[in-house]
């Protein structure tokens, strides 16, 4: 790992240690208590995903079993001029991009009211955490058929509501869903990680070093500049972290696009874990599925290469304390 | 703690003391209007939650009318209901794939954060970005194969099965809020145990015990959420006998008839346990969720 090539030595040095032990037997027991987890999860994580890699060269349908035979890289191909899968990319990248985007900014707004002391600012606190801890299946469920349904969502009833408030008989019956299906998926997935920015966010915050701050004040710095020079930069890393995190959970959106739209209407809001899901339980091509799994595995570690550095920054800190 | 010679600068920063260590009561006022915003900002968040909540108390022809019936007569009906119709063995598997997950998971991690933290390893960092590099691989890519492996062995629909998942799925997490918090055990006290000739028994329950529990409770919080939550893994690997409770969930609306209140009503009582563990542990939530690295 390139990123932790000035990682501190100084814990790395092995501390003075008592009792006359060989080097070598020190070593293994000290690596003793890590291999348990260690080869746990090598063999349920890294196993499956050599195993996808096999699989992804094979023709491969479980509906024609003996036409199963070895293609090369022919799957990739398909993958990657599939007019459906060409589609679920840019879905997956519009999805997570927004998604993250408008949570970090909402989260933001959030984290620098609750940061102030006002009435109630616990209880706000708690109740703005709630949707991040409603089982997102439920949540989904919740947006598809209690807010978003056209006939007694809660959405157009009160737009109705409304309506009838300024004399008029009934309000708009807008199909949510069905008009804006990406908005709608966004706007129930925003709902859902804001809280989860808005902590981290305002973690963020109240770490800052109030002696700095002090001095802003008392040099006469505004809100506003204070803000910009001080707390933006301080709160960067903050807004990295919440970044890279909730891209790595957005991108594998599952439970939102199998509940609300199941990637419809057509294949508009297909994300490429929907994607993958329908190629193998609905197409049963299983070679197709693996390479088109491959390939996100592939997007995935282009996030994750910034991901770990951003948490590589924060924890060369914390671990050179 | 251990702090010596050439510290980077953030660490100077760190070393003054937070705002809210200085003076918790003396963060700024928000002005009225402001409170205002926050409050409507809050409240708009929250009403979703609300609104579900409120449903779930209500009748079924109250809940599908239009414009909405905030002042409908509560019931309880929606949650006898559901108890009727066996929502119950699903809340079961539920909450053995989360335990017995989350208890797997401590067993695992806790030695290696030990390995990773208070007698590290060579190479310590190299090991913790391997965990953390699991984590960033989409489950999705390995659901194919573990698919064909687990129906090979004859454990599909098995509640054990999910067990293992959910272990494979947290434990990067665990491993790193474990180390974060064994991180904390000072360095100075274990060394001067270790001179004093304490065994390792002594160590483990003197020195490092009082500082990893707070940090134990917070993994398996955080573990205990991620694997009460899980769809995929679960819709896709389980049939009648293991089904979980977001299962449960979607299997339940029907095209026919209204199913709104009911489908509130469980919405509630399967986020219950999660509303419940994260309010009651919300200081805890960010430093689980920011894998330790956000205290």
Known sequence: MTTLAHAPKKTMRPPAHHGPKSPAGRTWRRRFPLLPALIFTIVVTQLPFVATLVISTFQWNILRPDDRHFTGLSNYTFVFTDERLRSAVVNTMVLTASVVILSVLLGLGLALLLDRRFLGRGLARTLLIAPFLVMPVAAALLWKHALYNPDYGLLNGTLNAVYRLFGADNGPTLDWISTFPMPALVIALVWQWTPFMMLILLAGLQAQPGDVLEAARVDGASALQTFRHITLPHLRQYIELGIVLGAIFVVQTFDAVFTITQGGPGSRTTNLPYEIYLTMFRKFEYGQAAAAGVVVVIGSIVIATFALRVVASLFREEASR | ?295
């Open chain 2, 1 to 295: 703690m251990s702090a010596h010679a050439a510290t980077p600068v953030p660490f100077v920063q760190r070393l003054r003391r937070r705002r809210q260590d200085l003076d918790p009561g003396q963060a700024p006022r928000l002005s009225p209007l402001w409170t205002f915003v926050a409050w409507l900002a809050t409240l708009a968040f929250f009403a979703p939650v609300a609104w579900m909540v409120l449903t779930a108390f209500h009748q079924e022809a109250d809940a599908a009318t239009n414009p909405p019936s905030l002042l409908a007569p509560l019931t309880l009906d929606q949650f006898s209901l559901l108890l009727e119709r066996d929502i119950t063995p699903y809340l079961l598997n539920s909450a053995m794939a989360s335990v017995f997950s989350t208890l797997l998971v401590l067993a695992l991690a806790v030695p290696a954060a030990y390995a990773l933290s208070i007698k590290p390893v060579e190479k310590w960092t190299d090991v913790m970005f391997f965990f953390l590099s699991t984590k960033f691989l989409p489950l999705i890519a390995a659901l194919l194969p573990i698919y064909m492996i687990v129906k090979d062995i004859g454990m599909l629909d098995n509640i054990w099965t999910l067990v293992l998942l959910y272990t494979a799925m947290n434990l990067p997490i665990a491993v790193w809020m474990m180390r974060s918090f064994l991180a904390e055990v000072p360095k100075e006290i274990l060394e001067a145990a270790e001179v004093d000739g304490a065994g390792l028994p002594t160590v483990l329950l003197r020195v490092v015990a009082p500082v990893a529990m707070p940090g134990l409770a917070a993994t398996s919080l955080i573990c205990f959420i991620f694997s009460w939550n899980e769809f995929m893994f679960a819709v896709n690997l389980t049939a009648t006998q293991a089904s979980t409770a977001p299962v449960f969930l979607v299997g339940f609306i029907t095209n026919e008839g209204l199913f709104l209140a009911r489908l509130c009503a469980a919405a509630t009582l399967v986020s219950l346990p999660v509303l419940i563990a994260g309010f009651a542990a919300q200081d805890k939530l960010v430093r689980g969720l920011s894998l330790g690295a956000v205290k």
